[in-house]
Nanobody
Framework: EVQFLEAGGGSEQPGGSLRLSCTASGFTFGGSDMGWYRQLPGLPCNLISI???????SYDDSVKGRFTISRDDAKNMVYLQMNNLKPEDTAVYHC???????????????????????WGQGTQVTVSL
């Protein structure tokens, strides 16, 4: 069974920092690209960053220069360092294998080249004064 377990969210003031982590299991992590998605209630789930299995990273313009994605293949973990947080970063953050830039929901099951996978619960990030 494929599982994603996200952690590290919380409440921060604008300008603050948080570091999210995700532990993945049930598939060949080291051979997979990984990504971070975020979702606001009632809105689609948007892919904001990808780290390829070779380590190359890419970012959505909304987070470029502020967020840094990294991975530790020995631990099957992916991280998202979030600096200079803004109120518009408030969302539930999920890790997953990238399977579209915008998907209807970050819940339930999805399918990629490796077969069926299930979204994790995500971790809430709230940025406010």
């Amino acid at each position: 069974e494929v599982q994603f377990l996200e952690a590290g969210g919380g409440s921060e003031q604008p300008g603050g920092s948080l570091r999210l982590s995700c532990t993945a299991s049930g598939f060949t992590f080291g051979g997979s690209d990984m990504g971070w998605y975020r979702q606001l209630p009632g809105l689609p789930c948007n892919l904001i960053s990808i780290i390829e299995r070779g380590g190359r990273a890419s970012y959505d313009d909304s987070v470029k220069g502020r967020f840094t994605i990294s991975r530790d293949d020995a631990k099957n973990m992916v991280y998202l360092q979030m600096n200079n947080l803004k109120p518009e970063d408030t969302a539930v953050y999920h890790c997953a294998t990238p399977h579209g830039g915008r998907v209807p929901s970050c819940s339930g099951d999805y399918y990629d080249d490796g077969g069926r996978k299930s979204w994790g619960q995500g971790t809430q990030v709230t940025v406010s004064l």
